[in-house]
């Protein structure tokens, strides 16, 4: 199975901030690579698929780059409303369609 | 706009079975993958296994394989996940999420629905 991995487990930042978060395939993913931020108590909500798409309706501070094995999300300008848990999940040809452990940013 | 409604709340005792179920309205069924996504108390997303209703075909993680059955009612929009065996490790919060049909990410999602395994 493809494991991912996210860094860091966890980000203190403050409302404003720009926050990156990466993510890393144990084989290469082309650009199967998607984002999703999950608040408490909450589903899981998709923001970013294929690698750099952004999900119909997601504010454009939100960005993904990457390909092959190493993935990014960027969160420019923080709002308070980002302050969440985010994983990222491969979708490469056949499942096991893993998740990374997750990153939680919290409010600094 | 699709929507996927799951059911409610089960609580079961180890060793019996649970069987989740997730309506889909407002959009295809059939063509779509239905994913189911675990997830125990402060941990994190697990896929557990999937099915594509108009072809019935299912993939199953391999730490579940023999005790996950996913399957799929294309009359009324409904999928389910039957879990067997249960333990108190499985005690969780189960999803249901569409895949999509160019690079499976998954969306929407269910609401989840919480088993509790506990004697």
């Known amino acids: 199975d493809i494991q991912m991995t996210q860094s860091p487990s966890s980000l203190s930042a403050s409302v404003g901030d720009r926050v990156t978060i990466t993510c890393r395939a144990s084989?290469?993913?082309?650009?199967?690579l998607n984002w999703y931020q999950q608040k408490p108590g909450k589903a899981p909500k998709l923001l970013i698929y294929?690698?750099?798409s952004l999900q119909s309706g997601v504010p454009s501070r939100f960005s993904g780059s990457g390909s092959g094995t190493d993935f990014t999300l960027t969160i420019n300008s923080l709002q308070s409303e980002d302050f969440a848990t985010y994983y990222c999940q491969q979708s490469f040809s056949t499942p096991p369609y893993t998740f990374g452990q997750g990153t939680k940013l919290e409010i600094k | 706009q699709v929507q996927l409604v799951q059911s409610g709340a089960e609580m079961k005792k180890p060793g019996s079975s649970v069987k989740v179920s997730c309506k889909a309205s407002g959009g295809t069924f059939s063509t779509y993958a239905i994913n189911w996504v675990r997830q125990a108390p402060g941990q994190g997303l697990e896929w557990m296994g999937r099915?594509?209703?108009?072809?019935?075909?299912?993939n199953y993680a391999q730490r579940f394989q023999g005790r996950v059955t996913i399957t799929a009612d294309e009359s009324t929009s409904t999928a389910y996940m039957e879990l067997s065996s249960l333990r108190s490790e499985d005690t969780a919060l189960y999803y249901c999420?569409?895949?999509?049909?160019?690079?499976?990410?998954?969306?929407?999602w269910g609401q989840g629905t919480l088993v509790t395994v506990s004697s």
């Open positions: 294929a690698a750099s």
């Open positions: 999420a569409r895949g999509q049909l160019i690079y499976d990410s998954f969306d929407p």
């Open positions: 099915i594509i209703p108009n072809f019935g075909s299912t």
């Open positions: 084989q290469s993913i082309s650009r199967y």
